[in-house]
């Protein structure tokens, strides 16, 4: 993996074009350039050096999330696409790239975040750039109808303290949309059986490992909010609405 130090002077440059050296210092400590592989190609991912919102770094669910999503990309085509805790955006970036899906970022209201997505966006030549939301789990969302059919995210558990906002986040986007489609069928490749896949649903990926204890926490609250949780095999749950079936 190749790493590139960013100091992109000319966003801090002084009135009469010049840039100190202060700034280029800072500059050059906030963010790091790497090329990371995904399935069938390589993107280059500027990331921070430190996010205190944890927005820093990409996290092995990502990659591993991507290569289930490809083997599964009949199930995925056509679907409006919106992502939790897109921190770097390169996820968002690759599905846009690779299958082209019409895809959303989201992560906390920050707008350190979200410009750099979009310069995630601009040097892996992702025009135009994806659309952002941002939004701190728990608050009000700022989408009053959102029209998403599919919500996915990867490694978003490390914080315990935050997954009953998280569900209700996730509460809102599954029951505030209006079904459009019928319900999508595939196999489950390690169970072989079928899970259906309903229109909305959300899709996570996670790989980071943190004590069962709290782990379970979230997949209860899940429940006792009257959600539906399946595990779909290599550490992929689809989560729904309980009882829904399209």
């Known amino acids: 993996m190749d790493i590139a130090l960013f100091s ?13 050296e202060e700034e280029r210092t ?17 993107l280059l991912i500027r990331e921070f050096s430190f996010h205190q919102l944890n927005a820093n770094l990409l996290w092995p669910g990502t990659f591993a999330f991507a290569e289930w999503l490809v083997q599964h990309r009949t199930q995925i085509a056509g679907r409006r696409v919106i992502e939790l805790g897109s921190g770097t955006g390169a996820l ?8 082209q899906l019409d895809i959303t970022t989201s992560d906390y ?5 979200e410009e750099n997505i979009a310069y995630n966006c601009r040097i892996n030549e992702v025009n135009p750039i994806l659309p952002h939301i941002r939004h701190s789990w728990g608050d009000v969302f700022p989408v009053s109808d959102p029209d998403w059919d599919l919500i996915i995210a990867s490694d978003i558990l ?9 569900i209700k986040t996730l509460s809102f986007l599954l029951n505030s949309y209006k079904p459009k489609a019928s319900a999508v069928t595939w ?22 490992r943190i004590g ?34 399209s």
């Not at 490390?158 to 998280?166: D, G, I, R, S």
């Open 8 to 20: 992109p002077s000319s966003l801090f440059a002084d009135a009469d074009g010049s840039s100190s």
């Open 26 to 42: 800072e500059t050059h400590e906030n963010f790091v350039e790497r090329k990371h592989e995904f399935p069938g190609m390589e």
């Open 92 to 99: 968002a970036i690759f599905l846009r790239k690779s299958l």
């Open 109 to 113: 209201d920050d707008v350190e975040i």
């Open 158 to 166: 490390l914080y315990v303290k935050q997954y009953a906002n998280l």
């Open 187 to 208: 196999k489950n490749d390690e169970q072989n059986d079928a899970c259906s896949l309903t229109r909305p649903s959300f899709l996570m990926s996670w790989r980071r």
């Open 212 to 245: 069962k204890e709290d782990e379970s926490l979230f997949f209860t609250g899940c429940e006792e909010a009257g959600l539906e949780v399946d595990h779909l095999g290599s550490r992929v749950y689809c989560i729904k609405q309980r009882g829904k079936t």
